[in-house]
């Protein structure tokens, strides 16, 4: 399935910044409680849409004869409006975001940011293994990583280059591969249809629900290579790294950072989005839903909409009772990356053989219950983690491998070490 995951207001999963004492966490203060939101949003809807690939073949089933049931069918395709693609990619542009805030803090401090930023793509490629080989398949961490590094060799253009070279990567592969497709269609008819196996779908399920350790694990690697082989790797490319552009070029103009500043640029920013989501959302509704219509949707429509979900949240936490009502997401977002692989840990454990074996036994529609209440248990914990230790437990290892220095990890310790 093509939900990836995928998971600090001034960087993406959780990029450290420094104060005048050397490198220390930003204060309270200094937050962007915005940015945070949008993170703990898309920590949300990377759930729901990795949700029923944590407990059902969803590479290889056809859903309509998976989940017949018209409420199962009405909660998928709720999904794949609200979340397919929307998510992945939000959390890409946050990553470029945060990039370029982390390089400026880090050069103003007098650090080496490529010393910095290779052991932090580092680190994170490596999380991401454990993740994906050894968790659930269908880790994001290690395209974020990869791509990184690409994007590494764009974060000192000049902001309106990074503009038009991100909506040329989002708009012509996208339209050249869309027409392609199409032509293929006027030939025949027939080669856009998607492409499914019931039978890898029930021998999957079987490995996933009564296999050993060592056939779940060999399943678990088979999976995230259908994914993630080297003929899927340029459109993962062209899917995550114009939106690193995108965030990059919101920073550098400092569109959320100064928002009282750029209000009419941000309102711009979601009528656009608005215009352009809507109908590329909708159309293999009102067309036909084929291989064609779903990439387009997803390729064009799955950006468009992360912009209408960063824009708005920026807006609406201008005012004081909207911030108060999305501030719970925001303890989320604070701690996304230990959040992100909390989920596929609590979600393997529920549905693969080492746990409760459920998997294959839960309709979709039981899982948008289960992704509701996990992720607001996930909001609960993640409050309280707060108010004892500055970082989650996966940032803090995250940090303290970048810096090569044990970061400080308990809040009172923090707070003694400022006061002194």
């Not at 017949?68 to 990619?89: E, G, K, R, V």
């Not at 080496?112 to 659930?136: D, E, K, N, P, Q």
Request: charged content about 15%; hydrophobic content about 50%.
């Amino acid at each position: 399935m093509k939900s990836k995951a995928t998971i600090n207001n001034k960087v993406e999963l959780g990029c450290d910044v420094m104060n005048m004492n050397g490198l220390q966490p930003i204060s309270k203060s200094e937050r962007i409680q915005g940015v945070d939101i949008i993170r703990g949003f898309a920590i949300f809807g990377i759930f729901l849409v990795n949700m029923p690939s944590f407990n059902s073949p969803m590479l290889h089933l056809q859903p309509e004869s998976w989940w017949p049931s018209q409420i199962d069918q009405m909660t998928l395709q709720f999904i794949d409006l609200f979340a397919q693609a929307n998510f992945y990619t939000l959390f890409s542009f946050l990553f470029g975001f945060g990039m370029v805030l982390f390089q400026k803090r880090v050069v103003i401090k007098g650090y080496s940011f490529s010393l910095l930023v290779t052991r932090r793509l580092l680190v994170l490629l490596i999380i991401g293994c454990i993740h994906a080989f050894f968790i659930w398949h269908g880790d994001i961490l290690i395209s974020y990583a990869i791509i990184g590094v690409i994007f590494l060799l764009f974060y000192k253009t000049k902001p309106l280059s990074l503009l038009v070279l991100s909506l040329l990567l989002i708009f012509v592969p996208s339209l050249l591969f869309f027409g392609l497709l199409m032509l293929s269609y006027l030939v025949d008819p027939t080669s856009l249809l998607q492409n499914y196996s019931a039978r890898i779908a029930e021998e999957t399920a079987k490995v996933y629900s009564s296999g050993s350790i060592t056939e779940i694990t060999l399943q678990r690697i088979q999976d995230w290579y259908y994914v993630n082989n080297l003929d899927n790797a340029i459109f993962l490319v062209f899917a995550l790294l114009p939106m690193f552009l995108l965030g990059a070029y919101i920073a550098k103009k400092q569109w959320f950072s100064k928002i009282e500043s750029h209000v009419k640029a941000v309102q711009r920013l979601l009528f656009i989005a608005v215009i352009i989501a809507i109908p590329i959302k909708l159309l293999p509704y009102y067309t036909e839903k084929n291989i064609a219509t779903d990439f387009l949707q997803d390729s064009i429509g799955g950006p468009a909409a992360a912009m209408v979900y960063a824009s708005s949240i920026m807006l609406l936490t201008r005012n004081k009772t909207w911030q108060k009502v999305l501030s719970p997401l925001s303890f989320v977002g604070r701690l996304s990356l230990s959040n992100y692989l909390f989920q596929s840990i609590v979600c393997t454990l529920l549905f693969y053989n080492y746990g409760l074996g459920l998997y294959g036994k839960v309709t979709p529609s039981l899982g948008l219950i289960l992704t509701i209440f996990i992720y607001s248990v996930q909001v609960v914990i993640s409050k309280w983690w707060l108010s004892h230790y500055q970082y989650g437990p996966v940032e803090w290892i995250w940090r303290s491998l970048t810096y090569g220095k044990r970061q400080v990890f308990r809040r009172r310790v923090l707070e003694k070490g400022r006061n002194n």
